[in-house]
């Protein structure tokens, strides 16, 4: 896990402006923060996954066009979850009564630690599968519902497995997780996999102002 300077500048909506020593400074010191304090931990089930996009005897079933068109043809999946942990939330928590600016800075690198967690976990669930995994897709990417969201986390039984919880509106606690849909292809992986399972490359939408250039 780390954060990256260009991601982190990324997600605070650089696209190319000057940067000072000062700013620099500041971004590494929160991602300092965020590195010495995070606790990541993640979970991952395998299901198969039928005609009528079920999850096996699991009663839960996939919604929305744009995840099926994303797991076509895979016959298994895999629930993932991960969190930065209760300890990030609350130094977030006293960096927001103490200094805004601070407390943005750290919520940004925390942002960027979560995504660079769940790239690690992927890129080596991949290392031990005999097939391809497809990018991650979480709820919320495309049509795919935020509802989905407690059936993900009953199934990995989060809140033991992780100390990750879904509230009644669908909202993770900790807020820096993540849950997702891992699609199996029935077909070996390739030489050369891109690092990580991805976010942006199975998501629809292309004119985000936080999506990953190629």
Known sequence: MQVDRAEFLRYLGW???????VLLEKLDEAAKRCLDIAAPRSTVRRFPLNERWELGASGFCLEGEDIRAHLAGCREVYLFAA???????????????????????????????????????????????DKRLL?????????????AQPDICRLL????????????????TPR??????????????????KKGCGNCAACGHTGCAFRKRS
């Open 157 to 172: 039984r989060t809140d033991t497995a992780i100390g990750l919880c879904c509230d009644e509106s669908c909202l993770l």
């Open 176 to 193: 820096k997780s993540v849950t997702a849909v891992i699609g199996i292809a029935d077909e070996p992986p390739a030489r050369t996999e």
């Open 15 to 21: 696209r190319g402006q000057e940067t000072d020593d």
């Open 135 to 147: 990018p991650r897709f979480s709820c919320g990417y495309g049509d795919f519902p935020l509802e």
């Open 83 to 129: 969190t930065l942990g209760a300890a990030a939330e609350r130094e977030l928590a006293k960096l927001n009564a103490r200094s805004a600016y601070e407390a943005l800075l750290f919520d940004t690198a925390c942002s960027c630690a979560i995504e660079s967690y769940c790239d690690d976990v992927c890129d080596d669930l991949q290392k031990g599968c």
